[in-house]
Nanobody, 127 residues
Framework: QVQLVESGGGLVQPGGSLRLSCVAS????????IGWFRQAPGKEREGVSCISSSDGTTYYADSVKGRFTISRDNAKNTVYLQMNNLKPADTAVYYC????????????????????WGQGTQVTVSI
């Protein structure tokens, strides 16, 4: 049974940092591209970042470039999303998702590319 479990969310003040983790079981992340998505109240889910299985190429939404960093630790079967300089607009439920195979270009924002999804972790940025 495949499971993706996100953790690391919480309440943080603007300008603060959080690191989200996505731990996989039932699959070996080496062969999967992992995306992070988020959904704010009343809004559609959107792609935040992705790391491809092929060569570790990373992708970011324009809104988080320079602030967020995605990385993976295959030995721990875990992907991380380091989020710095957080803004209230980053408030959302964050989900990780896994796609069996490499991802190129704008494919990473297509939710249909991903076979497995986690349950999400809440990130709230507020004073």
């Amino acid at each position: 049974q495949v499971q993706l479990v996100e953790s690391g969310g919480g309440l943080v003040q603007p300008g603060g940092s959080l690191r989200l983790s996505c731990v996989a079981s039932g699959i070996t992340l080496d062969y999967y591209s992992i995306g992070w998505f988020r959904q704010a109240p009343g809004k559609e889910r959107e792609g935040v970042s992705c790391i491809s299985s092929s060569d570790g190429t990373t992708y970011y939404a324009d809104s988080v470039k320079g602030r967020f960093t995605i990385s993976r630790d295959n030995a721990k079967n875990t992907v991380y999303l380091q989020m710095n300089n957080l803004k209230p607009a980053d408030t959302a439920v964050y989900y990780c998702a896994a796609d069996n195979g490499p991802i190129w270009g704008s494919m990473w924002t297509d939710e249909d590319e991903y076979e497995y999804w986690g349950q999400g972790t809440q990130v709230t940025v507020s004073i």
